[in-house]
């Protein structure tokens, strides 16, 4: 926590937006995309605002460049795309590939955090305040897109990080398509709605995913197109809307409107270490519960999503006082 990236992710580095720079990253190729130039006119930091789109070191949807450049393949309402996004001296490049380039770079300013508006947001403590001057171009990412950050996030309800992105990195490989552009047989596209509702059982097994979190997703799928429409809704009626779909509770929505709308207040409830690091580094209590964090939260509401980045960010989380739980793998039975 103590640079911009860490050498090794954990739930909580990742979450709070700092990105690994792997090795082997994609080069760009003779292939030439479509090109959009804009100026942000504040302190962009790509690693902190696209970091939680990142899901593991092997996610083939997400590469980072030595360089600092970010590589996205995602699937837009018009079809695949891949984004590489690389900003010099506030000049940011956007350059897409595949039927979905336009969408992609139309929505560019939103991705990086144009239609965020962190000049609302008042430090009341101070640990707070010094994250918030470490990491000046924090800014919320607004994707646009729902199923994208969704799916993922029900694939980490109640199993272990590295569980969640093994099934991630599996599935997205074998039933997703490859990024177009130069990074094809790299970085691969999700699946579409169709696709996941085609995986067979077995495969879901195979990818250590119980029938719970398997069901939830074949839920969503079917109503793919109405929980993308929340886009155009506010965050608490995207929320609702989510949790219409059985197996989508507080966090899953959460978690997931705070990517695809940028949602600054949208705190996550439920899980497993939050609660006890935002109480750890506001009161010294690292046992604290849903509703302990809630009223330590309290004083930013309206902001309680980035005041929790910004702990997270902060580095200060309380010691291991057992072995990190062991990851299992259904998928063996």
């Known amino acids: 926590?103590?640079?911009?990236?860490?050498?090794?992710?954990?739930?909580?580095?990742?979450?709070?937006?700092d990105v690994v720079v792997p090795g082997g990253v994609p080069r760009q190729g003779a292939e030439a995309g479509r090109v959009r130039r804009w100026v942000a006119d504040w302190a962009l930091d790509l690693g902190l605002v696209l970091?939680?789109?990142?899901?593991g070191p092997g996610d083939p949807t997400f590469r980072a460049d030595a360089d600092?450049?970010?590589?996205?393949a995602s699937l837009t309402p018009v079809g695949p795309g891949t984004l590489r996004v690389s900003a010099h001296g506030g000049v940011?490049?956007?350059?897409?590939?595949?039927?979905?380039?336009?969408?992609?770079?139309?929505?560019?300013?939103?991705?990086l955090g144009a239609a965020d508006d962190p000049g609302a947001f008042v430090p009341r403590h101070r640990l707070v305040a010094v994250a918030q001057h470490r990491r000046p171009g924090l800014r919320l990412t607004r994707t646009g897109l729902v199923l994208e950050s969704l799916i993922p996030s029900v694939l980490e309800q109640k199993v272990t990080t590295d569980e969640a992105y093994r099934a991630w990195r599996l599935l997205v490989r074998k039933f997703g398509v490859p990024a177009p552009g130069p990074v094809g047989g790299r970085m691969w596209v999700m699946p579409?709605?169709?696709a996941w509702a085609l995986i067979p059982s077995w495969e879901w097994h195979r990818a250590g995913v119980?029938?719970?979190?398997?069901?939830?997703?074949?839920?969503?799928?079917?109503?793919?197109?109405?929980?993308?429409?929340?886009?155009?809704?506010s965050a608490e009626d995207a929320r609702a809307r989510l949790e219409v779909v059985p197996g989508v509770g507080p966090w899953t929505s959460a978690e997931t409107v705070q990517r695809s709308h940028g949602a600054a207040d949208a705190v996550t409830v439920g899980d497993l270490h939050l609660p006890?690091?935002?109480?750890?580094?506001?009161a010294g209590d690292r046992d604290?519960?849903?509703?302990?964090?809630?009223?330590?939260?309290?004083?930013?509401?309206?902001?309680r999503h980035r005041a929790a980045r910004l702990i997270l960010l902060s580095g200060r989380t309380p010691a291991r006082r057992a072995p990190k739980m062991p990851r299992g793998d259904i998928g063996a039975l």
């Open 68 to 72: 600092g450049a970010v590589w996205r």
């Open 1 to 17: 926590m103590a640079g911009r990236f860490a050498p090794r992710p954990t739930r909580t580095t990742v979450r709070g937006g």
């Open 288 to 303: 604290a519960d849903d509703s302990v964090m809630l009223s330590l939260l309290e004083p930013y509401a309206g902001q």
């Open 210 to 233: 119980d029938d719970k979190r398997a069901s939830t997703i074949l839920r969503a799928v079917r109503v793919a197109a109405r929980l993308e429409q929340a886009v155009s809704m």
């Open 51 to 55: 970091g939680p789109l990142r899901r």
């Open 276 to 282: 006890g690091i935002v109480g750890w580094a506001l």
């Open 92 to 111: 940011v490049r956007g350059e897409a590939w595949g039927p979905g380039a336009e969408w992609l770079l139309e929505r560019l300013p939103e991705m």
């Open 192 to 194: 579409a709605p169709r």
